[in-house]
Structures are given as C-alpha cells and as structure tokens.
C-alpha cells in the first residue's frame, strides 16, 4: 500500500509528467521535421521548384511554446498543490496541539473539583486549588482570545484606535502587574521615560502578553526576563530578552510565520505558533517593525521591537 502511494504520489506524477513532456517534445520536433524532409522529398519529384522551400520554423515554434505553456500550467498546479498540502499538514498539527492545550488544563480543572467534591478539603488547600484552577481558566482563555485574535487579523477584521499613548508608562504598568505570575520568574525592566507613540492600547497589551508567554514558555523552570525601552532616533525601541531555550539560525526569520514551531532535538516545541504571529501583525499594523535575535539553542533569545515615536508629543515634551 505504501509502495502504490509513493508511486502515485503527486511529486512522483509530477516527475512522470516531466518525462512524458520531455517525450512529447522531442517527438514533436522529431515528427515535425521527419514530415518536412517527406515532404520535401515527394515535391522534388514532382517538380524540382517545390522541393525549395525551407522548414516553416513558424509552426515549429508554435508547437514548441504551446507545450511548455503545458509545462509551465503543470508547474503552477504542481506549486499550488505543495503550498495547499503544507497548509493541510500545518493545521492538522494546529488542531492536535490545540487538543491538547485546551485538555490540559481542563483536565486540570475537573481534577481540582472532584476533590472538592468527594473530599472534605481544609480551607487552606482549597485556596490553593482554587488558585490553580483560576490559572488554569486564565491559560484557556488566553489560548482562545489568541486563536480569535489570529483569525481576526489574517483577515483583517480587527480596526484599530489609534491614540497618542505613553508607552514608557504602558510597559512599565503592565510588567509592574505581572512580576507575581511565576514563582521562580526575576524580571527586570530598564525603561526610558515619556515615549510617546500612536497605539491601540488593547492591541498592545496583546502583543506584550503574547511576547511575555512566549519568554515564559521556554524559559524554563528559572525564566530571567530583561524589559529594556529607549529611544533609538525616531523609534522607541523594545527590547525583550530571556535566557531560555534560544532559537536556531534557520528558525529565527520562520518563528513569526501563523502556526509556526521551531524544532528542539528533532520534535516540535510547545504551544501553537500563534503568539508570535500575533505579535508581528500587531507590530506592523502600528508601521513598526520586529525581529529576534539568538546565538543559538540554549543561549537564550532577544527580541527586538520597534515602533515610530509621536512627533508632535515629543516636541512639546522637548
């Protein structure tokens, strides 16, 4: 069964297809000019004025361009099936991580509350079970709200408000909140005061929370998280580094491709391979522009973001 679907395969018909082309070319040329001198042989007989005439290279060059427009139109199918088929293989993968993103902390959930329920819990291990089912409903909902979201601005259905906003102060505030959200996390922030941007504040939380996961996610049991913020000439320019897992060479312009997993020892990592893309929309929505930086695996990562400064604010803060 194996052998008749590698067989059947479209790459081999692809191939197959080339080769029975190529056969067909140069059949053409061969017939073709085979009819040509029999031709030109029958007309000597009949008259030697006939047999003068040269190959109507016209006709030749008609055949030979109406057959590599076949060859082109099998190319451009051929593209669009491998393009499709990588489509297929990626949500496939999509949806089975998603499965399991979502059981996880369901199963976490319903675990907590049969103990609740067929146990008589003290108080002090019911906070802590409650705690933990209130993280695990935060990651749910965070997984959703990123799916919504991915859907929302391939599509371009999300419009946002853009308002004069400080994005010293935003950062600031917001990774001021979240220095409690893992108990092994040392966050530092080097933060330059009164830059000012035209955001969409909702937006921006979104792409700090979906960069903030990412460093979390592989940061590992000890993350270090460094929040770095300046003004780089008529940019502010955020900076995220970690000391995590670090990203290969070949991976570090893919990661912000919708659904995509950089490999760590030949298998998939974690998560679903929207945060990033989520990111980089957001980013470039607000005319900025973001990429990463790495040494390599387990040299940690650096991510890099940059969005134009308010003009008019800066010159009446100036």
Same mark, same amino acid.
């Given at each position: ?9 479209? +790459?081999?018909? $692809?191939?197959?297809?080339?080769? &029975?082309?190529?056969?067909? +070319? ?9 009819? =040509?001198?029999?031709?030109? /042989? ?11 005439? *040269? ?20 190319? &451009? ?36 509350? *049969?103990?609740?329920?067929? =146990? ?18 935060? !990651? ?11 859907? !929302? ?5 999300? /419009? ?14 917001? $990774? ?18 009164? +830059? ?11 792409? +700090? ?15 270090? &998280? ?50 990033? $893309?989520?990111?980089?929309?957001? &980013? ?18 650096? $991510? =890099? ?14």
């Amino acid at each position: 069964m194996k052998l008749l679907r590698r067989i059947f395969s479209p +790459l081999s018909a $692809f191939i197959g297809i080339q080769i &029975v082309w190529l056969a067909v +070319l140069l059949f053409w040329i061969d017939w073709f000019l085979g009819r =040509h001198y029999e031709l030109k /042989r029958l007309a000597s007989r009949i008259s030697p004025e006939l047999a003068s005439g *040269e190959v109507d290279w016209f006709i030749l060059a008609e055949g030979i361009v109406l057959l590599v427009a076949i060859l082109i139109g099998v190319y &451009v199918i051929f593209l669009f099936w491998r393009r499709q088929a990588a489509l297929y293989r990626t949500q496939r993968d999509l949806i089975a991580q998603v499965t399991h993103e979502l059981k996880s902390p369901l199963a976490s959930i319903q675990l907590h509350l *049969e103990t609740l329920q067929r =146990h008589n819990v003290p108080a002090e291990k019911t906070a802590g079970f409650v705690e933990t089912m209130l993280g695990d409903t935060a !990651r749910l909902r965070s997984l959703i709200d990123n799916l919504l979201m991915a859907n !929302r601005l391939e599509r371009r259905g999300i /419009r946002l408000v853009m308002r004069p906003t400080d994005l010293s102060s935003f950062v600031r505030d917001y $990774f001021e909140n979240r220095v409690d959200v893992a108990s092994n996390l040392k966050l530092k922030l080097d933060i330059t005061p009164g +830059l000012t941007i035209e955001g969409d504040t909702e937006a921006l939380e979104t792409a +700090l929370r979906n960069l903030f996961e990412n460093a979390l996610l592989y940061g590992g049991s000890d993350p270090h &998280v460094r929040i770095e913020l300046h003004r780089d000439g008529r940019f502010s320019h955020l900076v995220m580094r970690d000391r995590g897992r670090g990203i290969g060479k070949k991976d570090l312009k893919k990661i912000f491709r919708l659904f995509y997993r950089a490999r760590w020892d030949g298998s998939k990592s974690r998560g679903t391979g929207l945060c990033l $893309f989520i990111v980089r929309t957001i &980013v470039k929505r607000h005319r900025g522009k973001i990429w990463a930086e790495s040494a390599g695996p387990h040299q940690g990562s650096a $991510f =890099h973001i940059m969005i134009p400064l308010s003009y008019s604010r800066q010159r009446s803060r100036a």
